[in-house]
């Protein structure tokens, strides 16, 4: 079976505190630290990459990174994230003509791979790449922004993923908290994606407890 595991985004923490801000989320007990990569062309925002990775990588040396490639070319930052020693890389399979190409490129780089869908996007379009994957993000927001309203309608595409690959990590990332983390639980997620939930709370460990004894039942 898969393990609960809770990756809190810093999408909207003070990023001028990123390494802080990162250092905090993982000492209030996170598994993992979610990276939202933003290039203004997949989504009409703008974040950082992985010169930025890098540095925080060179100040937290140990934890589990996993970028979220909201870009329109993940391939052109594979290089760049796997020398940043990004563990998991999670890239949209929309703006890619060569999903399995891709794939294997981040394989051969040395990272996990992630397959990344929005809500408009069925989830069966990632049938033929299932068996290159590590991992399905299916986004509960439109992506771009944090603090969205989590979107309960996606639930059924977590429950089909979870009946059909049991073994798979299946991510949700986008508006998800104490209030709807069961809704995820129950449609068969175990990987948790929480940004403004976790990062604007004055009690970001009990948020991250919370969320993980809820999926772990
Ligand atoms: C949105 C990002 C999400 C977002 C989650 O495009 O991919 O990771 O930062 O933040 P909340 O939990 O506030 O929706
Ligand atoms: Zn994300």
């Known amino acids: 079976s898969v393990k609960a595991k809770i990756g809190p985004s810093v999408l909207n ?21 979610h990276l939202d990569v933003m290039d203004g062309n997949f989504v009409p925002n703008l974040t950082f990459g992985h010169p930025v990775v890098k540095c925080l990588r060179n100040k937290i040396t140990d934890a589990f990174f996993e970028t979220h490639m909201m870009v329109d070319k993940p391939e052109m930052w594979i290089e760049g994230m796997a020398d940043a020693r990004v563990d998991q890389y999670t890239f949209h399979t929309e703006p890619v003509s060569d999903v399995l190409g891709v794939c294997r490129k981040v394989k051969e780089a040395g990272m996990k791979v992630g397959l990344a869908i929005k809500p408009k ?64 639980a129950e449609a068969g997620a175990n990987m948790i994606v929480a940004g403004t939930a976790v990062v604007q709370s004055d009690n970001p460990q009990n948020v991250i407890e919370t969320l993980r004894s809820t999926v772990a039942g």
């Open 121 to 184: 996007t069925p989830v069966e379009t990632l049938v033929k790449y299932m068996d290159q994957a590590d991992l399905i993000l299916i986004m509960t927001v439109e992506p771009g922004f944090g603090g969205q309203k989590f979107m309960a309608d996606m639930m059924p595409k977590v429950k089909w993923l979870r009946e059909n690959y049991p073994g798979m990590d299946i991510e949700v990332d986008g508006g998800v908290g104490p209030s709807t983390i069961q809704a995820c």
């Open 13 to 33: 923490a003070d990023l001028s505190q990123l390494y802080t801000e990162s250092q905090r989320l993982m000492d209030c007990g996170a598994d993992y630290l």
